[in-house]
C-alpha cells in the first residue's frame, strides 16, 4: 500500500527558517514532488527530486533520501505570502505504465508576524 | 500561462443533477489524466487515472458509475458526477503531464467547486 505522512500543522515566524518533513512507504518508488496550496486554489509545483540529495531553488531547498523514505522542504526568509498548505506527492507505478501521484496529509504552514 | 484548463470553476446545483466538468491540456496532448477531489482541509485523494481510449482506472472506494469519465481525445477529459447529492460537495481537480517531458511535475488545473443544495 501507499502511506505518506506529514506534520498536520506548523507556525513560523517572519523571517526564519522552516523545515516541513515527510515520510512515505509507497512501492514503484518514482519520484517526490513538492505543492504549494493556497486556501482555494489549485496546487502550485515547487520542486522534484528522484535522486538523493538537496535540490535548491531560491528560497526553497527539497532533500530526498530513499532508503529512509523521508523528504523535507526547507523554506528560507519567510514571508507572509508564504502561510498555505504544503503537499508532499509520491510518484509512484502502479504495477503497469502509469505513475500515478499519490498525496500525503500536507501541512499547514502559518507565518506569523 | 496555464498548461492545463478545467471548466467549470464553479457549480452550484439541486440535488439529483448530473454535473460534468472538462480538463484540458492545453500545451501538450495528454494520454494519460488524473482526477482528484479535496474536501476542506484535507489532501487531495486520486479519484481515478483517465486513459485516452480506453477505461479509466479508478481507485479503491470509488463508484465508477457514480462518477463517469470519459477521455476521447489527446486533449480532452470529462469527469460527470452524476445524480450529486449533498455529500459529493467538494473540490474537483484534474491534472496532466506531457508525455514527452517524463521528469516535469504534473500541470494542475484551477480545480471546479462543486455544491450540491
Known amino acids: 500500500g501507499q502511506n505518506i505522512d506529514q506534520p498536520t500543522e506548523m507556525t513560523a515566524t517572519e523571517g526564519a527558517i522552516v523545515q516541513i518533513n515527510c515520510t512515505y512507504q509507497?512501492?514503484?518508488?518514482?519520484?517526490l514532488f513538492w505543492y504549494q496550496q493556497h486556501a482555494g486554489e489549485a496546487p502550485t509545483f515547487l520542486s522534484y527530486?528522484?535522486?538523493?540529495g538537496l535540490e535548491e531553488k531560491g528560497r526553497f531547498s527539497s532533500f530526498l533520501s530513499r532508503s529512509k523514505g523521508y523528504s523535507y522542504l526547507l523554506l528560507k526568509e519567510l514571508q507572509m505570502k508564504d502561510s498555505a498548505s504544503y503537499l508532499c506527492?509520491?510518484?509512484?507505478?502502479?504495477?503497469?505504465?502509469?505513475?500515478?501521484?499519490?498525496f500525503g496529509t500536507g501541512t499547514l504552514l502559518a507565518v506569523q508576524p | 500561462g496555464a498548461v492545463v484548463s478545467q471548466h467549470p470553476s464553479w457549480v452550484i446545483c439541486k440535488s439529483g443533477t448530473s454535473v460534468k466538468i472538462e480538463c484540458r491540456s492545453l500545451?501538450?496532448?495528454?494520454?494519460?489524466m488524473f482526477w482528484y477531489r479535496q474536501f476542506p482541509k484535507q489532501s487531495l485523494m486520486l479519484m481515478a487515472t483517465?486513459?485516452?481510449?480506453?477505461?479509466?482506472?479508478?481507485e479503491q472506494g470509488v463508484e465508477k458509475d457514480k462518477f463517469l469519465i470519459n477521455h476521447a481525445s489527446l486533449t480532452l477529459s470529462t469527469l460527470t458526477v452524476t445524480s450529486a447529492h449533498p455529500e459529493d460537495s467538494s473540490f474537483y481537480i484534474c491534472?496532466?503531464?506531457?508525455?514527452?517531458?517524463?521528469?516535469?511535475?504534473?500541470?494542475f488545473g484551477d480545480g471546479t467547486r462543486l455544491s450540491i443544495l
Open positions: 491534472s496532466a503531464r506531457d508525455p514527452e517531458n517524463s521528469n516535469q511535475p504534473q500541470h
Open positions: 509507497t512501492s514503484g518508488f518514482n519520484g
Open positions: 527530486n528522484v535522486l538523493d
Open positions: 506527492a509520491v510518484r509512484a507505478k502502479d504495477g503497469g505504465a502509469t505513475n500515478k501521484l499519490i
Open positions: 500545451d501538450f496532448q495528454a494520454t494519460t
Open positions: 483517465s486513459n485516452e481510449g480506453s477505461k479509466a482506472t479508478y
